[in-house]
């Protein structure tokens, strides 16, 4: 059990510093140059502060089953405990393939819940055979537009989850104004629900996402690290979603989730991935309108929905990537003629 202690704290830190690289303490110089740090556990005000009682329990030598998987024997501070379990429902995960990993012991609302951690081996993205290429924008506007080799592109509306954003932050305010006792208890609840939604929303996603697409297929993300978004179209009391919106939460998601049907996601440069025509390859900012989020090419005429473009270009980079380009990126041309 104290062994438990130690891997359940390491696992946390290792987490917070994975989020940490992810957001670069950004400044500019004495020049007016941009400058970036990556940031790492010594950027933390405070030591991580554990406020849920959770143990870390290892397979046969802290959790076990027996007498046909109707029992579990729990390892405790005291003697070790034996209790009824049921496998309905999770029957194909105790079937051949699935590996039984550590598991953690959580106790919430006055119950205690054992979460199994359950692993499968299946073959890697092969990129050597063809596959389908999906370029992704991630936005406000519309959560997810994506394109896939035909040509195809969906759009995943994101209006309802902005305005739903707006009433959780509505009564966080109303919250923090009383300031008492009991309006702390109920924001901290209030952002329990709030990430449990959030996070159900990009399983939804992803899911929907690997759904479509099926095996063998490429994701192609935008490296969004450091990158806020245009919000100038929104309501002022919208205008802070992008701060808060799980992007890292939706990729990591994806990730697993592709990899578990053999496909993968790729992160690509982000950079004028917005403001290049897909068909004459010009690079013009004021080509996109975001007032009426449309790209309109002043050289060859091109028209198309901004974040449709957006998913265009960031499928091509995907192209390039199975073509043998290590990082593939946008280059800066200007107009001709």
Known sequence: MIQSVFRTVVARYKTVLEQLKQHPY???DDNKKWMSVTKDLTWLFKPLHFSRPQADLVRQSNYSFSCGLTEISLTTLGKRTKMPFT?????????????????????????????????????????TVPAQVVGIDRGLR??????????????????????????????????QHRGTKSAKKKLKQLQRRENRWMTDINHQLSKTLVALYGPQTLFVLEDLTNVTFNTNDLPKS????????????????????????QSQVLKVSPAFTSQRCPKCGLIEKTNRHHNIHEYHCQQCQYRSNDDRLGAMNIKMLGQEWLSGVKHPRIKKTTATG
């Open 142 to 175: 519309f959560i997810a537009t994506t394109v896939d080799q035909q040509e195809k592109t969906r759009f995943f509306d994101g209006k309802k989850i902005l305005l739903k954003r707006h009433k959780f932050q509505k009564v966080r305010a109303e919250l």
């Open 26 to 28: 950004r400044y500019q």
């Open 238 to 261: 919208l205008r802070n979603s992008h701060r808060s919106w799980a992007f890292f939460q939706l990729e990591a998601f994806l990730t697993y989730k592709a990899q578990a049907v």
């Open 87 to 127: 496998v309905k429902g999770f029957e194909h995960y105790f079937q051949k393939g699935w590996r039984l990993g550590t598991a953690r012991l959580v106790h919430s609302r006055g119950k205690w819940y054992l979460h199994i951690g359950m692993t499968k081996k299946n073959a890697d993205f092969d990129p």
